[in-house]
T-cell receptor
Framework: AQKITQTQPGMFVQEKEAVTLDCTYD???????LFWYKQPSSGEMIFLIY??????QNATEGRYSLNFQKARKSANLVISASQLGDSAMYFC??????????FGAGTTVTVRA | SAVISQKPSRDICQRGTSLTIQCQVD?????MFWYRQQPGQSLTLIAT?????????ESGFVIDKFPISRPNLTFSTLTVSNMSPEDSSIYLC????????????FGPGTRLTVL
């Protein structure tokens, strides 16, 4: 069974500063993928970034980077230069070989001007 | 990338009725998934909709309550049957295929309120 843990229910960040969202996972699969999604109040799930378990380099997508520490089973998301539009719920998710996603509880990010 | 549309985007229904949600993808995909997000909660997988075979349901979800169709590789429906207020949720379809192995996309969701 796969388990995703996000321990930060909510976070506040000042505009233009960076914020790190924590995510730890547990799985017995050797091959897996880790995802981060953004969910604004509209409810849509916006894909942000992906990290494969065999990827040696940390993934980056624009202002998003994933700090992948395989031995510690963590996949933290870093959002640099926060913008007001970054205020949303953020979910960490894991996908196993069956393509099913398991989600963490989510972290609400509020960006202050 | 895959473009996914869902209909309806939202609905308000009376208890005891049923609602069918449609999911359309702009390209052929191997697997489609249906997720539920109850208010203030995370996403939970309802079932995997596979073309050419019956849907596979997760623990706690049954076919009589959530029948799923998958007539082709670009379309699927989820029906929420005999609804109760506890079914008020956002329902999202998602697609996965080897082509998109580094991503997994979601439709915009259907926001359902049951009175």
């Amino acid at each position: 069974a796969q388990k995703i843990t996000q321990t930060q229910p909510g976070m506040f960040v000042q505009e233009k500063e960076a914020v790190t969202l924590d995510c730890t996972y547990d799985t017995s699969d050797q091959s897996y993928g880790l995802f981060w999604y953004k969910q604004p109040s509209s409810g849509e799930m916006i894909f942000l970034i992906y990290q494969g378990s065999y990827d040696e380099q940390n993934a980056t997508e624009g202002r998003y980077s994933l700090n992948f520490q395989k031995a510690r089973k963590s996949a933290n998301l870093v959002i640099s230069a926060s913008q007001l539009g970054d205020s949303a719920m953020y979910f960490c998710a894991m996908r196993g070989s069956d393509y099913k996603l398991s989600f963490g509880a989510g972290t609400t990010v509020t960006v202050r001007a | 990338s895959a473009v996914i549309s869902q209909k309806p985007s939202r609905d308000i229904c009376q208890r005891g009725t049923s609602l069918t949600i449609q999911c359309q993808v702009d390209s052929q995909v191997t697997m489609m998934f249906w997720y539920r997000q109850q208010p203030g909660q995370s996403l939970t997988l309802i079932a995997t909709a596979n073309q050419g075979s019956e849907a596979t349901y997760e623990s706690g979800f049954v076919i009589d309550k959530f029948p799923i169709s998958r007539p082709n590789l670009t379309f699927s429906t989820l029906t929420v049957s005999n609804m109760s207020p506890e079914d008020s949720s956002i329902y999202l379809c998602s697609v996965g295929t080897r082509i998109f192995r580094d991503t997994q996309y979601f439709g915009p969701g259907t926001r359902l309120t049951v009175l």
